[in-house]
């Protein structure tokens, strides 16, 4: 199945550098640690709260924040070394199990991109940002491993459906912060402007296999939506302490009551010359050709197979086995205008502390759940632990580490530039893994931002 101009559109800006879609090299490098930490311009996104910390510290603009991430769950060196060539059903099937373990959702590709450029400033207690998100999710069914590692069982349907995902957004947020006594509060109002997204609709879609003692039948439909244009709004509410004893508290609501409604009117689109010159489809007959898919048009792929047997695969054409039908309708309302539908922007809970264990040693932890399992955001709590090294005032290193379960891990670390008016960072992490051999994937992440000359470095406060 061809993929739309607009879709490929979406991969080639991440492929270039176009989750937490939101993230910036500090917070890369210290696994997400950073809920307490997050200053100027980074603190839209993670606490909005930490605005009130800069009213003693010169302006932030942004000149440029570009990450892009890739991983899957399954394919490293390790486990390509472990399984290749073994037995998989010796030891009461130990390979298969460890198989199954892994892949007990599916074959799942993610990947997140976020692009900052020079429209984001902060000042006082407040902050003006505006940044580029995208993010795409592909999951393979568990079916399809338990067909590859069992075979057609007769008489057990398999459920083969699949689903992919793929959204592109900018986001555009004022945010301020009001310091009180002992803590400050925070908020962040968005406005989500959405430029593309596409995705299996799965009310629409199916996909069978089942098998009879003589033969075996496919019935499977997708239903391939997309949405050029939209908007919505999102919010983000926060909370910290101030420090005491050298420890802060805070916790954040970030894209709290976030929504996006597609296919309608947004304040800046995708251009569409840029759009006509990429590959896409179009309806030639039961084909798809090679021309834009307007908008309102839907994308549906059908494939049929009933009652075929070893002789007919061994002799037949695929054409005749197989009946396959790929056409576009118009997912429209009876008045022909783009049918709407709205998603929900993906929301985070963050609870972080921070400890300044001497004036050149910060240790920070997070805990954090997201509203649901989509878009590189994970429902279960993840927590993170970090380190910050000021020992080297213009050159600040950092480490941290991320754990959510047995599946989802990431190893992260980074430093910086800090001198003067220029402030550079940058940062590589593991995904999924905790070494080259064993990780699955790898996030990249680098910013630069000025200053006044005065700098922005951090003084640690008297203690209380």
């Known amino acids: ?87 998989l059903e010796a030891q009461g099937k130990k390979g298969k199990n460890q198989l199954y373990d892994q892949l007990r959702d599916g074959f799942r590709i993610f990947g997140d991109a976020h692009v900052a450029p020079l429209l984001s400033y902060a000042s006082g207690n407040m902050a003006i940002t505006n940044d580029l998100v995208g993010v795409f999710d592909l999951v393979l069914p568990e079916g399809l491993v338990q067909l590859l590692l069992e075979g057609n069982q007769v008489g057990a349907p398999i459920d083969l459906e699949y689903n992919r995902e793929s959204m592109l957004v900018s986001e555009h947020a004022f945010s301020f912060a009001v310091p009180m006594k002992n803590f400050s509060w925070g908020v962040s109002l968005k406005y989500l402007n959405g430029l593309v997204y596409t995705g299996i609709d799965p009310d629409s879609s199916f996909t069978e296999f089942t098998t009879t003692p003589t033969d075996f039948n496919l019935h499977a439909r997708y239903f391939l939506r997309q949405g050029i244009g939209g908007s919505g709004v999102a919010m983000d509410l926060g909370f910290i302490s101030k420090e005491f004893n050298g420890m802060r508290v805070g916790f954040s609501f970030i894209n709290a009551f976030g929504t996006i409604e597609w296919n309608g009117p947004s304040a800046f689109q995708v251009p569409e010359l840029l ?71 993906p929301g985070l809970f963050r609870i972080g502390v921070s400890k300044r264990l001497d004036q050149d040693l910060i240790i920070a932890s997070d805990l954090v759940a997201g509203s649901e399992d989509r878009f590189g955001v994970h429902q279960g709590w993840k927590l993170s ?80």
Do not use: C
């Open 1 to 87: 199945m061809r993929i739309t101009r607009i879709t490929f559109l979406l991969l080639l800006i991440q492929a270039f550098g176009m989750g937490q879609i939101k993230r910036d090299p500090v917070m890369v490098s210290l696994g997400g640690a950073y809920t307490t930490l997050a200053d100027g311009v980074h603190a839209v996104g993670v606490n909005p709260a930490n605005l009130a910390f800069q009213h003693d510290k010169p302006f932030m603009w942004q000149l440029a924040t570009v990450n892009f991430g890739i991983g899957n769950n399954f394919f490293s060196m390790e486990n390509l070394a472990a399984f290749s060539g073994k037995d």
């Open 275 to 345: 759009i006509n010159s990429l590959p896409g489809i179009v309806q030639e007959g039961d084909e798809w050709g090679a021309s834009v898919v307007s908008k309102g048009d839907g994308l549906i792929y059908e494939i049929e197979a009933d009652s075929i047997t070893i002789n007919k695969l061994s002799n037949g054409q695929w054409s005749d086995l197989f009946k396959e039908k790929k056409y576009i309708i118009k997912d429209t309302l009876e008045n022909g205008q783009q049918r709407k539908f709205k998603m929900r922007y």
């Open 385 to 464: 632990t970090g380190l910050q090294f000021n020992r080297f005032k213009a050159f600040p290193l950092r480490l941290g580490y991320m754990y959510g379960g047995r599946f989802v891990k990431e190893l992260g670390f980074g430093g910086g530039f800090h001198a003067g008016p220029i402030i550079y960072d940058f940062a590589l992490s593991f995904r999924n893994g905790t070494w080259i051999h064993s990780m699955k994937g790898l996030s990249f992440s680098f910013g630069v931002a000025i200053t006044s000359f005065k700098s922005r470095k951090d003084k640690a406060p008297p203690s209380q």
